[in-house]
């Protein structure tokens, strides 16, 4: 990182740490009050359903490799929280790399086929966070009386799943058309055969790329249970529908607004906004995020442990 970048990152995280500062200071009183009755019960519940939802990624990861490709199932859990870890702690995004150079080591593979699984994984975690936020849109739409724009939502819903199960499919044969198309000793050529075989599994196996797609939805069906037992156990009730939008919303403002500090800081901005649908001010709605984040990213952590282990052993820093 430049001189620039890191002072920027120092500045940035002091003022996170204020604005957390001042946000829980705000609610204090009301944040207290729920704390003094948590149910540490609930909450270790809660993160223990999210180790068990990094093992469904496990099955999603397989899913999308050649059946001689595929990782032992205590491998790919444990790949798929730390490419999780990574990508909430590492700054600026770079977690995406992270994921990217983790997937590669897993497989062994080229940049450009593991570029390719990872473009795959990425497509189904974000579509299916993306549906499930829009399905959540449409729930709380229908229970407030808003019908008919609830059903155009949830129309949105179904078109984007199967619009979800075709795009990979066209994109790996449109590869294979231009693949014969390119000088043969080219670089070119070589790339485009590996990103191929990369998403091989869609054109070659579209029942498997279905059942991926159907696992990455299975995951969000224990987070968000795990989410709403945590939030149970810490005090605060919150409707299974708007932590559906509340979750999608903070993973789009983490996207859209890279931090020196990983995805917290705009993670927890877009909590809020969304939980103040169940009318959670926005200073404890900020609160209740960053303690969700933290544990979530804990669990992540403690699963994708043992994939850290290994790669420092094989991988031993220069004396």
Known sequence: MTLSKKIFG??????????????????SAEIFSRLSSANLWLVGLGCLLNVFAFGVRAFRFNLLLPPADRIPVANAWSLSGATTFLLQVMPFRSGEIGSWASIKAALGASWARSG????????????????????????LLFTRGTHVLGAGVAALV??????????????????????????????RHA????????LSVARRAPGSYAMAAAAAAAFLALHVPALWLTARGLGFSIHPATLLVALFA?????????????????????????AALDGLPLATGAVLGGLLHVLTTLAAG???????LRRLRENPRPE
């Not at 078109?159 to 043969?184: K, S, Y």
């Not at 790339?191 to 990369?198: H, S």
């Not at 903070?250 to 969304?274: K, N, R, W």
């Open 191 to 198: 790339f485009a055969r590996e990103v191929a075989e990369g």
């Open 250 to 274: 903070s993973i789009a403002t983490a996207a859209v607004l890279p931090s020196p500090a990983g995805t917290f800081g705009p993670y927890e901005s877009g909590f809020a906004a969304a």
């Open 116 to 139: 390719a699984v990872f473009a795959l994984v990425k497509l189904l975690d974000t579509a299916t966070l993306l549906l499930a936020g829009l399905a959540g849109t449409a729930w």
């Open 10 to 27: 120092v500045a940035f995280v002091a003022a996170l740490l204020v604005l957390a500062a001042a946000a829980f200071r705000t609610s």
């Open 158 to 187: 179904l078109f984007g799943a199967a619009f979800l199960l075709a795009l990979p499919l066209a994109g790996g044969r449109l590869l294979v058309f231009l693949v014969p198309r390119l000088p043969e000793s080219s670089r």
């Open 302 to 308: 403690a699963v994708g442990l043992p994939f850290f």
